[in-house]
């Protein structure tokens, strides 16, 4: 059962609306998001991990002034608080602790709520440094602060299991975060598809080739310089996928397919073009709709 | 028959829903964020923004979604293949010294790399106002401890990205070059401007006559 599988019939806007936001589904899926979120937040905590003082310490390489002319207006970070490198270290050490209780399911509301303040923070405190992966996972994180995450999969289950709580195998809450997974994949996908179609190596075919020559990314020149073909279909076959994905997710007959397609096709983009934590994340984007759990 | 089965099904239904009042906030809710998203997207482009929709974000949305993370464009063009797209590293060494420096992300792998690489960038592209140079001072601050000196020459290299169509490789190519120094507590940053970008020197003299041959002259 997926998202929007749901008995309430529809028969005006206002029913498909309701139907898609508040109808109860099943709470497993967002518990699996939880899980990988928890995940990819420790990943991507742990390039942080290594030169946070030689970045965020008093006498780092990204002073609060410097970082804070760079942030727009609204833009708050906790870390302005932390003016030593015991409180630097401390914030950060908070966010890895948010980001273990995700994963495990430890007061996982709470964990959620801690961990999208604390990384909405850190990525304010250096803006410059912040790329797609923490991008998508700030989204992620605001999703799960908003469903039952920790209702399946959990400590926190096995806690209510002990007292004698019964298990809430479905909620409304978690058609809404799995809604909203739903709507910032989407906006994700569209928005790098146009970003993307506004240059011309995307509809030359070459976009490939730069792609390869990016430090970390899959490099497939030799293979590129055998076949040009090669190149373009690789090139059109990324920009096809983001189409088809963002396009797909809507439409029932489509949406399990694609969303498992998307499983492989994301991390393996991530993999071409140098961003495999980005990968990671969109392919945590599709897996509610994958029905794999 | 069937309307009444239907509605015997809406009526179960609807009991599992969340209250009425509940359901109008979330969906107000709802709305704003969808409507800022959008608003995000549009107004954080590599094309500009429309006046229009820069203020109606910034006025309404920006309160919620900037301090969240969420005012976000998500453009990842990833690459079009021009210069700016290549990879780039920061070079930190101490002011008239040939000792080893301090290159960034040097050793690195991954996304830690790959942070490094954003902010080399960042210095050489600019963000705000297109000025990298503030950045570029505060990384040199950074560097006065790390490698014990107050004066540093703080260089970005854009890595050469390989041809496709010939087997040439171009050079590193200098895309930043300041000294930073500290002096009694301040920080100055002076920019190492390349000549070709020094405005010609202004001559005051009008055009004169071709020199006259020493032997004709008297």
């Not at chain 1, 970082?67 to 630097?88: E, F, I, K, M, N």
């Not at chain 1, 509301?109 to 990525?123: D, E, G, M, N, Y």
């Not at chain 1, 590129?224 to 007959?253: C, K, P």
């Not at chain 2, 930073?180 to 055009?207: S, W, Y």
Request: charged fraction near 20%; charge should be neutral; include cysteine.
């Amino acid at each position: 059962m997926t998202t929007t599988d749901s008995a309430v019939p529809s028969s005006t806007l206002g029913d498909t609306w309701t139907r898609f936001w508040f109808a109860a589904v099943p709470v497993r899926p967002l518990a699996v998001v939880r899980i990988l979120t928890g995940l990819l937040g420790l990943l991507l905590a742990w390039s942080y991990a290594e030169d946070l003082l030689l970045w965020f310490g008093p006498d780092g390489m990204l002073p609060r002034d410097a970082a804070s002319a760079w942030r727009p207006r609204w833009g708050v970070t906790l870390y302005d608080l932390a003016t030593t490198p015991t409180a630097v270290r401390g914030l950060f050490g908070a966010t890895v602790v948010a980001f273990a209780c995700l994963l495990v399911g430890l007061a996982s509301r709470c964990a959620a709520v801690a961990a999208a303040v604390l990384w909405a923070s850190l990525l304010h405190r250096g803006p410059m440094l912040v790329g797609p992966a923490d991008d998508c996972l700030a989204a992620l994180l605001w999703c799960l602060v908003v469903g039952p995450c920790g209702a399946d999969l959990s400590v926190d289950q096995l806690l209510r299991g002990r007292k004698g709580r019964p298990r809430a195998a479905t909620s409304p809450w978690a058609a809404l975060a799995l809604g909203l997974v739903k709507v910032f994949a989407t906006a994700i996908t569209v928005a790098a598809l146009l970003a993307q179609l506004k240059g011309d190596s995307w509809w030359n075919g070459e976009a490939a080739w730069w792609l390869a020559s990016r430090a970390g990314s899959l490099d497939l020149r030799v293979a590129y310089d055998r076949s040009e073909y090669l190149m373009n279909l690789v090139t059109h076959a990324i920009v096809a996928f983001e189409t088809l994905f963002a396009a797909g997710l809507w439409f029932a007959a489509t949406r399990r397919t694609i969303a498992r397609l998307a499983l492989l096709g994301w991390p393996l983009l991530g993999m071409l073009a140098g961003e495999p934590l980005w990968g990671l994340a969109m392919g945590v984007f599709a897996v509610p709709f994958a029905d794999v759990v | 028959m069937l309307a009444a089965g239907q509605s015997v099904a809406n009526d179960r239904h609807r009991d599992l829903l969340p209250a009425e009042p509940v359901r109008a906030l979330v969906t107000i809710a709802l709305v704003f964020l969808l409507i800022g998203i959008v608003l995000a997207i549009a107004t954080n482009t590599l094309s500009g923004a429309s006046p229009l929709l820069g203020r109606v974000k910034s006025r309404v949305f920006s309160p919620v979604l900037v301090p969240a993370w969420l005012d976000v464009g998500y453009d990842y063009r990833i690459t079009y293949g021009l210069e700016e797209d290549a990879d780039h590293e920061i070079d930190l060494r101490v002011h008239g010294a040939d000792g080893p420096g301090l290159l960034l992300p040097g050793p690195r792998a991954g996304e830690r790399a790959s942070r490094w690489r954003r902010l080399a960038r960042t210095i050489a592209v600019g963000g705000i106002d297109d000025d990298g140079a503030p950045v570029a001072a505060g990384v040199a601050r950074g560097g006065f401890i790390k490698l014990g000196a107050d004066d540093l020459d703080v260089r970005v290299f854009r890595l050469p990205q390989p041809e496709r169509s010939a087997a040439a490789r171009g050079d590193t190519e200098q895309v930043h070059a300041s000294r930073v120094r500290q002096v009694g507590g301040d920080v100055q940053l002076i920019r190492d401007e390349p000549p070709g970008e020094l405005a010609p020197l202004a001559t005051a003299a009008p055009p004169t006559a071709p020199p006259v041959p020493a032997e004709e002259r008297p």
